[in-house]
């Protein structure tokens, strides 16, 4: 049996006890100068800021890398692997504090690594509409996903390709995982709602805006840094 629309309810951008993701680029910016690109994300993926500045203005102002970064507390660097984001972090290392260094670099989060938990849910959740068919004299129709799911350099090449348009290399690439994070956590709210629709599965727990390692992760990341920022 199917739950109708209305009875679907899955938190869209607000995840309490998470702060959200933080992105860092480096790369030419819209003149060819050597830039960093900072970006603020929502739990979900949804921008609520970004940044980006050249690296000869840091050298000059280096107050002004810090106040941005402060800007990143309690939350989850997220990219491709882990080597860029902690790349990013030891050239700019000694311009920030240690505690908000060692918070930043302790809490990185990998596309792929999301994508695979997804993707072991959706296992379990098809497995259970197994058994309970096989346990039913009713015809069960099996478990259907609105989007399928991606692997990385299929998710990688379309983002590259929503944000060709920017005006600089270094935003395309923040704004491409930006894209990115956006559409894994639709790819677990379409999850969700696949699955709370089957009543029957509805004991295995109510929709979550995130799979559970991931929001662990990101509430993990709150309050990981001792110092506030100036």
């Given at each position: 049996?199917?739950?109708?629309?209305?009875?679907?309810?899955?938190?869209?951008?607000?995840?309490?006890?998470?702060?959200?993701?933080?992105?860092?680029?480096?790369?030419?910016?819209?003149?060819?100068?050597?830039?960093?690109?900072?970006?603020?994300?929502?739990?979900?993926?949804?921008?609520?800021?970004?940044?980006?500045?050249?690296?000869?203005?840091?050298?000059?102002?280096?107050?002004?890398?810090?106040?941005?970064?402060?800007?990143?507390?309690?939350?989850?660097?997220?990219?491709?692997?882990?080597?860029?984001?902690?790349?990013?972090?030891?050239?700019?290392?000694?311009?920030?504090?240690?505690?908000?260094?060692?918070?930043?670099?302790?809490?990185?989060?990998?596309?792929?690594?999301?994508?695979?938990?997804?993707?072991?849910?959706?296992?379990?959740?098809?497995?259970?509409?197994?058994?309970?068919?096989?346990?039913?004299k009713s015809?069960?129709?099996?478990?259907?996903?609105?989007?399928?799911?991606?692997?990385?350099?299929?998710?990688a090449a379309?983002?590259?390709?929503?944000?060709?348009?920017?005006?600089?290399?270094?935003?395309?690439?923040?704004?491409?995982?930006?894209?990115?994070?956006?559409?894994?956590?639709?790819?677990?709210?379409?999850?969700?709602?696949?699955?709370?629709?089957?009543?029957?599965?509805?004991?295995?727990?109510?929709?979550?805006?995130?799979?559970?390692?991931?929001?662990?992760?990101?509430?993990?990341?709150?309050?990981?840094?001792?110092?506030?920022?100036?």
């Amino acid at each position: 049996m199917e739950a109708s629309e209305s009875e679907l309810s899955i938190p869209i951008d607000y995840v309490p006890g998470a702060r959200g993701h933080g992105v860092l680029a480096v790369g030419p910016d819209s003149g060819g100068d050597d830039a960093l690109a900072v970006w603020r994300l929502s739990p979900t993926g949804r921008a609520g800021g970004a940044w980006v500045v050249r690296f000869d203005e840091i050298e000059r102002d280096p107050e002004q890398l810090r106040r941005i970064m402060w800007m990143l507390q309690d939350r989850c660097l997220v990219d491709w692997d882990r080597q860029t984001p902690t790349g990013v972090l030891a050239r700019i290392a000694k311009l920030l504090p240690a505690e908000l260094l060692s918070a930043l670099g302790g809490n990185i989060l990998t596309i792929p690594e999301l994508l695979t938990e997804i993707e072991e849910h959706r296992s379990t959740y098809t497995a259970a509409v197994e058994r309970h068919r096989a346990g039913t004299k009713s015809k069960i129709a099996p478990l259907a996903w609105p989007t399928e799911m991606p692997d990385q350099q299929n998710l990688a090449a379309w983002a590259a390709r929503a944000q060709s348009t920017s005006a600089s290399p270094v935003a395309a690439t923040a704004l491409g995982l930006t894209a990115a994070v956006a559409s894994t956590a639709q790819l677990w709210q379409d999850t969700e709602q696949a699955r709370y629709r089957r009543i029957y599965l509805r004991s295995l727990g109510d929709p979550q805006p995130l799979p559970p390692q991931w929001l662990a992760r990101l509430r993990e990341a709150v309050g990981s840094t001792s110092l506030v920022s100036a």
